[in-house]
């Protein structure tokens, strides 16, 4: 999380920087990676450790921290099935 932020503040700074593209693939890259580690984590209490509560509150928190994110349909669906 902070090499995010640092990626960012410096993109935000520096945009013509001879490097900024370079940054922002890194920020998608760290974003998409940051992401995912938070549904595996929700998917964990859902499914491996067979924790409903847990799971809904990881992926009411994930939703709202990544509502983008490629998994969103997946965990929309996920807590639809589990009121």
């Known amino acids: 999380a902070n090499a995010l932020q640092a990626l ?3 993109t935000r700074f520096a945009p ?8 922002m693939e890194a920020i998608s890259d760290l974003s998409r990676r940051i992401s995912s580690l ?11 450790r067979k ?3 847990a799971a809904k ?3 009411r ?15 929309q669906a996920r807590l639809a099935e589990r009121p």
């Open 57 to 59: 509150l990881a992926y």
């Open 8 to 10: 960012r503040l410096a």
């Open 16 to 23: 013509d920087h001879p490097e900024a593209p370079k940054a």
């Open 51 to 53: 924790n409903p509560e």
């Open 61 to 75: 928190q994930f939703l709202s921290m990544y509502p983008a994110a490629e998994e969103a349909p997946l965990v």
């Open 38 to 48: 938070a549904y595996q984590k929700a998917a964990f209490y859902d499914r491996i």
